[in-house]
């Protein structure tokens, strides 16, 4: 069964340091997103990308986060200066299209810790 | 503003009897509710989900009954078993886009 995959499964970063969180979504889907969950806490909404750009982003996604699909299958999310409270696990999720229920299709998650 | 809520943190329910999950939305503009099953250090994996023009989805164990009126719906799990037992999580989306979550509930069903 297809699924969506993300690497690193977990990443520990000093305070400022630029981190790269990668994912491959499923091959023939077309909406791509991060969300976050701080431990303990809900599944936050990031960032939505379709068609080579981004469609929406929240609040959270500030100047410090970018998206890219450099090479149409990889999928990442980049933090150029960590903060202590970017802790948290990072799931990608895609989907197929913009029609049905919206379901989303979640990686494992990347576990980012900030010291 | 939390869009998405869900009130209760944990719920514990013995094997073989119904589980009610319950979550209430403030956004009217919302047409598509999932409910999203997450064991630890996984990610999400849909469950099952129910159009606003519909009051009732069904599929197997899993129904999910939506009050557009009251902005509340359930997920009842009948009957509930041992590997049932993960953070369940509500979501709502407008025109099938993001999903906004609430905060989850804890089942633990127990033999």
């Known amino acids: 069964e297809p699924e969506v995959t993300q690497t690193p499964s977990h990443q520990v970063t000093q305070m400022g340091q630029e981190v790269i969180l990668r994912c491959v979504p499923i091959s023939n889907h077309l909406y791509f997103y991060w969300y976050r969950q701080i431990l303990g806490q809900k599944v936050e909404f990031l960032v939505s990308f379709y068609n080579n750009e981004i469609s929406e982003k929240s609040e959270i996604f500030d100047d410090q986060f970018s998206v890219e699909r450099p090479d149409g299958s990889n999928f990442t999310l980049k933090i150029r200066s960590t903060k202590l409270e970017d802790s948290a696990m990072y799931f990608c999720?895609?989907?197929?299209?913009?029609?049905?229920?919206?379901?989303?299709?979640f990686g494992e998650g990347s576990r980012l810790t900030v010291l | 503003d939390q869009q998405v809520k869900q009130n209760s943190p944990s719920l514990s329910v013995q094997e073989g009897r119904i589980s009610i999950l319950n979550c209430d939305y403030t956004n009217s503009m919302f047409d598509y509710f999932l409910w999203y099953k997450k064991y630890p250090a996984e990610g999400p994996t849909f469950l099952i989900s129910?159009?606003?023009?519909?009051d009732k989805n069904e599929d197997g164990r899993f129904t999910v009954f939506l009050n557009k009126s009251a902005k509340h719906l359930s997920l009842h799990i009948v009957p509930s078993q041992p590997g049932d037992s993960a953070v369940y999580f509500c979501?709502?989306?407008?025109?099938?886009?993001?999903?906004?979550f609430g905060d989850g509930t804890t089942l633990t069903v127990k033999p």
């Open positions: 129910i159009s606003s023009i519909k």
């Open positions: 979501a709502a989306s407008v025109n099938a886009g993001k999903s906004t």
């Open positions: 999720a895609s989907r197929a299209d913009g029609r049905g229920t919206g379901e989303l299709f």
